[in-house]
Nanobody
Framework: QVQLVESGGGLVRAGGSLRLSCAAS????????MAWFRQAPGTEREFVAS?????SYADSVKGRFTIFRDNAKNTVYLQMNSLKPEDTAVYYC???????????????WGQGTQVTVSS
């Protein structure tokens, strides 16, 4: 099993940047496909980005967000640049197999961190 704890959320103006962190314990992040999902009020949780042997991004964040990991710190990050009000959501870190992440059903989830982008 792995435990995931997110941090780094907050309030930022449109065009600004934030970096989210997901610290893992129990197992190494390299053992899983790691991913970020987000959920805005009144909407379903949606895929944002994932990292395994490759990276993958939702079309809505390509070119603005970057997912990367530091195996020494057992942490996965989501660097978010050029933020837009529509990026406002609770962001969740997740871990699972490649198929689990692709189907939106990772086995492990963090508690979420709020990101709010003001216009």
């Amino acid at each position: 099993q792995v435990q995931l704890v997110e941090s780094g959320g907050g309030l930022v103006r449109a065009g600004g940047s934030l970096r989210l962190s997901c610290a893992a314990s129990g197992r190494t992040v390299s053992s899983y496909t790691m991913a970020w999902f987000r959920q805005a009020p009144g909407t379903e949780r949606e895929f944002v980005a994932s990292i395994s042997w490759t990276t993958s991004y939702a079309d809505s964040v390509k070119g603005r967000f970057t997912i990367f990991r530091d195996n020494a710190k057992n942490t996965v990050y989501l660097q978010m640049n050029s933020l837009k009000p529509e990026d406002t959501a609770v962001y969740y870190c997740a871990a699972g197999t490649y198929i689990e992440v692709q189907t939106g059903t990772p086995s492990y989830w963090g508690q979420g961190t709020q990101v709010t982008v003001s216009s």
